[in-house]
């Protein structure tokens, strides 16, 4: 089945370390690929998103990603993590199939220690 | 800034009552969703409506039902309320295709 995978489900980091948070999908052709970030008690906002162009995107808080079309992946990184950054993060892709219909993976909790 | 506004932070029900979870989003959307959030599963799609009256459905339909009457009202209604529909549900708002989605702060749903 078509889906999005995320690899790491748990990931905990000291501060100022950095991070690379996978994320595969199997969907072909053009693809629109997003990160949302979920803080504790709040609702999911959008980090950054890709939809052509330059393949390094960069959102917001410092974070950026890379479109590697070859690998079908959509990896977030960010060099120096902050106690701020603990939330759970989601990859998500809209496979372009006429609706806009968002699909998420399973998502992956960061803890960063102070 | 775009708002979109779920009535109800906390519900607990019982096994079989009718529930309706309401969504208001405050930007003209085109696009509406409903998704359940549930740990080391991610956000799964029920149904998402593409205009008024137009729906169609998602990943896991069963059990769920909607109704958009008015474009910036979305509803999920679950018919006969189970156990396992104990979840977060989340509502999102999105222009168009390509563009992000706007999610609500969710509703914690328990059903006992």
């Known amino acids: 089945a078509q889906s999005v995978s995320q690899h790491n489900h748990h990931v905990i980091l000291s501060e100022a370390a950095s991070l690379e948070l996978g994320c595969n999908y199997s969907?072909?052709?053009?693809?629109?690929l997003f990160w949302y970030v979920q803080y504790p008690g709040q609702h999911l906002q959008l980090l950054l998103k890709?939809?052509?162009?330059?393949?390094l995107v960069k959102g917001i808080k410092g974070f950026e990603a890379e479109f590697i079309k070859s690998k079908f992946s959509f990896n977030l990184r960010k060099p120096s993590v902050q106690w701020s950054d603990t939330a759970e993060y989601f990859c998500?892709?809209?496979?372009?199939?006429?609706?806009?219909?968002?699909?998420f993976g399973t998502g992956t909790r960061l803890l960063v220690s102070p | 800034d775009v708002k979109v506004t779920q009535s109800s932070r906390y519900l607990v029900k019982r096994t079989g009552e009718k529930v309706f979870l309401e969504c208001v989003q405050d930007?003209?959307?085109?696009?509406m969703f409903w998704y359940r959030q549930d740990p080391g599963l991610g956000l799964r799609l029920i149904y998402f409506?593409?205009?008024?009256?137009?729906?169609e459905k998602g990943d896991i339909p069963e059990g769920y039902s909607v109704s958009r009457e008015k474009k910036e009202r979305f509803s999920l209604i679950l018919e006969s309320a189970s156990t396992n529909q104990t979840s977060m549900y989340l509502c999102?708002?999105?222009?168009?295709?390509?563009?992000?989605?706007?999610f609500g702060q969710g509703t914690r749903l328990t059903v006992v």
């Open positions: 998500a892709v809209n496979p372009n199939t006429g609706f806009q219909k968002l699909v």
């Open positions: 409506s593409y205009d008024v009256k137009m729906k």
């Open positions: 969907y072909g052709g053009t693809v629109n």
């Open positions: 930007m003209d959307h085109e696009n």
């Open positions: 890709y939809f052509s162009g330059d393949p």
């Open positions: 999102a708002s999105s222009f168009e295709t390509r563009t992000e989605a706007f």
